[in-house]
């Protein structure tokens, strides 16, 4: 058994996180229920902002809030230090609500709405990472009419596709993110962007994919784009002051991912462009990232009570939980393996392999297929690991099942951050118009 972060197993056979008891915490919050390793968090925060320290070159860590995003991580993220990445109104206001700087936070997104610019440059926000030529115009205006002048990096997509283990040089312009830059739109994206009044051009920022084992993707991206700052440069004798490489970097959710530790990512990243940029002999950039998974993924484990148990003799036994794919959407989405243990029975050797299903109206609502367990039996605490990331944030509300609670947990407190949805929760925005509030069958 593989245990993240602070969790370890009790005198009492149990699992414990952050220095509580997971039978406590369900006890105390009910299930099903988040909880998030904060130590776990802050040591990720901090192997970034060290390894990146210890390059002597500038940077900057922006925590990608998409993968979970609370008010709550918010101020853990700027207690750290860090920057902040944003992708719509909704994240960029959980920040600010937070207290967040707004100078430290960017805003992402292929379509950034007029109301999305508005709130931010009323924030006077850090920087806006610009995806496509409609966005340059509708930006520069709104911008223009405020009478401020805004930060942008351009994003664009170098031809650089990796997944896991692998990369791939597609070369296509086929995505839906960021200015191609081999056809050339991303150099005339940026011939227009130096012509904005209201547009300060700081740099440029490429993403090349999540869950990402293999670095020579990056130095590979790395490579393409110092050759494209290099034809900038000559170009416009613009050069750019911010190279953000993304985010994506890989965490271990199965013995099959093993993912490199994060001071050698860095240190891979960071020899990469220093190698690339004397290459092409240009000053060395200010370096962005912006990790998200490998910040909060492995901190995060679902507590689930198991609820029925079906056994079809010869065929599978089924154990159910009281949650799913509307608190973990990942098995369904993208077939993402999770491993668990039984908290309660957390000492216990494997006795059974079952399956672990969700309890929504829906066949492919399977969280994990054949796992190695103790006697399951009805009221035992599941708990699967490495929930942390993209589960509370895609977390639906699919049979109008409630959102669970988050807690965060450390040094043997729990604190909430994020209450359970109630059942008022779920109707209150519901509506019944006027002419059906006094009707009745007929
Ligand atoms: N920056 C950009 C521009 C991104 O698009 C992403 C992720 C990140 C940073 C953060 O990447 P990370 O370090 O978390 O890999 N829902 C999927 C993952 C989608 C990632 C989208 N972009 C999943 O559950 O696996």
Not at 39 to 60: D, T
Not at 123 to 132: K, L, P, R, T
Not at 167 to 177: H, L, R
Not at 399 to 405: F, H, L, T, Y
């Amino acid at each position: 058994m593989y245990l993240h972060g602070t969790s370890r197993i009790n005198e009492q056979g149990h699992l414990e996180i952050g220095g509580i008891d997971a039978v406590d915490l369900v006890k105390q919050f009910g299930s099903p229920l988040y909880v998030m390793d904060e130590a776990y968090i802050r040591n990720q925060c901090r192997l970034y902002v060290e390894s990146f320290r210890a390059s002597g070159l500038p940077f900057q860590v922006a925590y990608a809030s998409k993968a979970f995003s609370t008010m709550a991580m918010c101020r853990l993220v700027q207690e750290e230090g860090l920057s902040l990445d944003v992708v719509s109104a909704g994240e960029l206001y959980t920040a600010l609500k937070a207290g967040f700087p707004p100078e430290k936070i960017h805003f992402h997104g292929n379509n950034k709405t007029p109301d999305e610019i508005e709130l931010a440059l009323d924030a006077d926000i850090g920087s806006f990472v610009i995806d496509n030529f409609t966005e340059i115009t509708l930006l520069d205006g709104i911008a223009q009419q405020k009478g401020k002048k805004v930060n942008v990096l351009i994003r664009v997509t170098p031809g650089i596709e990796a997944h896991t283990h692998e990369y791939i040089q597609t070369g296509q312009a086929d995505s839906k993110f960021g200015f191609d830059l081999a056809s050339g739109q991303a150099a005339e994206a940026v011939r227009i962007v130096l012509d904005k009044p209201a547009l300060n051009l700081i740099g440029f920022h490429c993403h090349i994919g999540s869950q990402i084992f293999d670095v020579a993707g990056f130095a590979a991206a790395i490579q393409r784009m110092g050759q494209f700052m290099k034809e900038i440069k000559e170009q416009f004798q613009y050069e750019a002051r911010v190279f953000n490489v993304g985010g994506g970097f890989g965490i271990r959710y199965t013995s099959e991912d093993q993912p490199l530790p994060i001071p050698a990512y860095v240190e891979s990243i960071t020899q990469a462009i220093k190698t690339t940029f004397d290459q092409f002999s240009l000053a060395y950039p200010e370096i962005w990232v912006e990790p998200g998974r490998s910040i909060v993924g492995e901190a995060g484990t679902t507590l689930y009570t198991v609820g029925t148990i079906k056994h079809i003799p010869g065929v599978r036994k089924y154990i159910a939980v009281d949650g799913g794919m509307t608190d973990n959407p990942r098995p369904a989405l993208y077939q993402a393996r999770y491993e668990a243990v039984l908290a309660n029975k957390a000492a216990q050797a494997a006795r059974e392999v079952v399956s672990v299903a969700g309890k929504c109206c829906e066949s492919g609502d399977m969280l994990i297929w054949d796992i190695a367990l103790p006697e399951v039996e009805v009221g035992d605490i599941l708990a699967v690991f490495c929930t942390g990331a993209y589960n509370y944030s895609m977390a639906s509300n699919y049979n109008r099942i409630g959102r669970p609670a988050v807690v965060f947990v450390k040094d043997g407190k729990a604190d909430l951050v994020v209450e359970r949805e109630s059942l008022e929760d779920l109707i209150r925005l519901d509506r019944i118009p006027a002419r059906m509030l006094y009707s009745v069958a007929p």
